[in-house]
């Protein structure tokens, strides 16, 4: 009955490695985000997708690739692990972005957390 | 540019006590707000958003918001908070039409005590 998921929900990783977070959404919405929330709760946009097109796409180092397979899911993969990576990354998804009014649904965040 | 201001980082608050958490936003166009409440190690859940229409706006819980557009703020606002209502709320305004973006407030605490 999850509307968004994602997984993995605690994810531990050495420096250097390379890691993905799935996530997905069974609402039938057009358009998925990720965020990225900081260890003092500030909560900033990486990417946006609309119905597997990207049209956010904010100033995050090119190690961050999102990848949409499709609309019910989007993918973030992380290159080259950095202990500065370490935060909760937030997935959502709402209809539709063109028109601003739709609500975003956030799913339950993925804790990454770098050593 | 969008931009979204929560002045206070913390709100402590009696059980049955009026709570307000204040807003307030920054838009060329025309604001579209929301609210939101994340508990702890949780995802963020939506309360209410103003777009357009009466200024008031109820929303989950029994929470409200009113839209002041020439004070350029949208306060969250519970007429008697719990002790169910301590979390982490977040304002988030989106400039209509002009931007695809959400952008978020740095969030304020609010801790009702029993």
């Known amino acids: 009955d999850t509307a968004v998921s994602q997984t993995p929900k605690y994810l531990v990783t050495q420096m250097g490695n390379d890691k993905s977070i799935k996530c997905e959404q069974n609402?039938?919405?057009?358009?998925m985000y990720w965020y990225k929330q900081d260890s003092k709760k500030f909560l900033k946009i990486m990417f946006s997708?609309?119905?597997?097109?990207?049209?956010i796409n904010e100033t995050v180092p090119n190690r961050f690739s999102p990848k949409s397979p499709d609309k019910a899911h989007l993918n973030l993969h992380i290159n080259s692990l950095e202990l500065g990576d370490s935060a909760v990354y937030f997935c959502?998804?709402?209809?539709?972005?063109?028109?601003?009014?739709?609500?975003?649904?956030f799913g339950p965040g993925t804790r990454l957390l770098v050593l | 540019a969008q931009s979204v201001a929560q002045p206070e980082d913390q709100v402590n608050v009696a059980e049955g006590n009026p709570l307000t958490v204040k807003c307030t936003y920054s838009?060329?166009?025309?604001?579209?707000l929301f609210w939101y409440v994340q508990y702890p190690n949780r995802g963020l859940q939506f309360l209410l958003k103003y777009i357009t229409g009466d200024n008031l706006v109820k929303g989950s819980y029994g929470f409200e918001a009113e839209f002041n557009k020439s004070q350029t703020s949208f306060h969250l606002k519970k007429p008697s908070a719990l002790v169910s209502d301590s979390a982490l709320y977040f304002c988030a305004v989106r400039d209509g039409g002009n931007d695809y973006k959400l952008s978020f407030g740095a969030g304020t605490t609010v801790t009702v005590r029993a």
């Open positions: 838009v060329s166009g025309n604001p579209y």
């Open positions: 997708y609309n119905n597997k097109e990207l049209i």
């Open positions: 609402l039938g919405h057009d358009t």
């Open positions: 959502a998804s709402s209809q539709e972005i063109i028109a601003g009014e739709e609500t975003q649904y």
